[in-house]
């Protein structure tokens, strides 16, 4: 009998429209999410959740090992701007931001990390998306440059 190899993979990825414009409105939200769920399925990976407010998106995704992270996003990123340029009309044109965040999520996570996403517009009520951010980066550990994160308005 061979040995096999076994994976479990997940990411919880974040990104903003460039400019941090308002543009993901609650009329065209559930159309880019829904996009964005097949972009996923069609790379052969596991979207589990989907959410955010109208400038931040959150993606919980599985993953196999032959997929780069970085490639999942820049198609995310590439097809869904697209998407909303070509059927969901708006008076600026879309386009996502420079960079992302990807955050590797453990399997005893998956839930709580599942429900935070699907929480966004609640949790926003409360905190916004700077603080979020910078929040998420501190618990993970990660030393950043601020003059390299997303642009942030208050």
Known sequence: ?????????????????KGRNSLLTETIRDKVHKYIYGIIIGKKCFPLAINGTSDHIHI???????????D????????????INEHLKSYLRFSWQEGYGAFTVGYRE?????????????????????NEYLQILND???????????????
Request: glycine share 2%.
């Open 1 to 17: 009998m061979k040995p096999n190899t076994y994976t479990k993979l997940y990411a919880h990825c974040i990104f903003t429209p």
């Open 60 to 70: 919980l995704v599985g993953f196999l090992p032959t997929i780069a992270i970085s």
């Open 72 to 83: 999942l996003v820049r198609d995310i990123k590439r097809s869904s701007a697209l998407f």
């Open 140 to 154: 993970e550990g990660i030393k950043y440059d601020p003059s390299f994160l997303f642009e942030f308005y208050v």
């Open 110 to 130: 998956l839930d709580k990390v599942f429900k935070y996403i699907l929480n966004q517009e609640i949790h926003h009520t409360k905190e916004n998306f700077k």
